[in-house]
């Protein structure tokens, strides 16, 4: 069992900044890919970025590229989500996720453990 508890959320103006946190209890980040998914209001949810499971490497979708940044700190067991120049299409409650199987995806379902998901609101 993995427990995640996403924090950091809120609501800023249109180039501002968050960071979010994800934090994971009962096994360790270390072990598992990690990924960022987002849901904005009537849209399905999408891919935001991931971490593999080494911490060797990121990837992002392209929507979000250069601004986001996926980290990990291994010591606190939780993965971050630093997000810069905001946009208001970035609206959206944001969920970490672990993959037990190993190796990152970009398709929701394939994914085994949730949070319970963080508000992100950009006004313009």
């Known amino acids: 069992q993995v427990q995640l508890v996403e924090s950091g959320g809120g609501l800023v103006q249109a180039g501002g900044s968050l960071r979010l946190s994800c934090a994971a209890s009962?096994?360790?980040?270390?072990?598992?890919?990690t990924g960022w998914f987002r849901q904005g209001p009537g849209k399905e949810r999408e891919f935001v970025a991931a971490?593999?499971?080494?911490?060797?490497?990121?990837y992002y979708a392209d929507s979000v590229k250069g601004r986001f940044t996926i980290s990990r700190d291994n010591a606190k067991n939780t993965v971050y989500l630093q997000m810069n120049s905001l946009k208001p299409e970035d609206t959206a409650v944001y969920y970490c996720?672990?993959?037990?199987?190993?190796?990152?995806?970009?398709?929701?379902?394939?994914?085994?453990?949730w949070g319970q998901g963080t508000q992100v609101t950009i006004s313009s």
């Open positions: 996720a672990v993959r037990l199987a190993g190796g990152w995806r970009v398709r929701a379902y394939e994914y085994d453990y």
């Open positions: 971490l593999t499971w080494n911490g060797s490497s990121t």
């Open positions: 009962g096994r360790t980040f270390s072990d598992y890919a």
